[in-house]
Nanobody
Framework: QVQAVESGGGLAQAGDSLRLSCVAS????????KAWFRQAPGKEREFVAS????????TYADSVKGRFIISRDNDKGTVHLQMNSLKPEDTAVYYC??????????????????WGQGTLVTVSS
């Protein structure tokens, strides 16, 4: 059974940077699709970024494009989200998601079977 555990959330001021990390452990080949989603208070969960198994393909939500960078280290089973130029509207619980089939690459949260517990990011103005 694969588990995902996020870390790196916290409190930041507008314009600051934070780096989120997620470790996927268990029976994983490492050839998977990984993604980050977020859920702000009172809002639905939304897609943030995804990365394919090799790291050669990445996709970002328009709201974070140019500010956030997703990356992965397959040797360590980790995926990171470097968040720069943070805005108050980035405040949310951030979730790491894993799809074990490398053939899947998308942004539909309903199709990702493995989720972390979430890490809270709060950005003050």
């Amino acid at each position: 059974q694969v588990q995902a555990v996020e870390s790196g959330g916290g409190l930041a001021q507008a314009g600051d940077s934070l780096r989120l990390s997620c470790v996927a452990s268990g029976r994983t080949s490492g050839r998977d699709t990984k993604a980050w989603f977020r859920q702000a208070p009172g809002k639905e969960r939304e897609f943030v970024a995804s990365i394919n198994w090799s790291g050669g393909r990445t996709t970002y939500a328009d709201s974070v494009k140019g500010r956030f960078i997703i990356s992965r280290d397959n040797d360590k089973g980790t995926v990171h989200l470097q968040m720069n130029s943070l805005k108050p509207e980035d405040t949310a619980v951030y979730y790491c998601a894993v799809h074990p089939n490398p053939a899947y690459y998308g942004n539909n949260s309903n199709l990702f079977p493995i989720w972390g517990q979430g890490t809270l990011v709060t950005v003050s103005s």
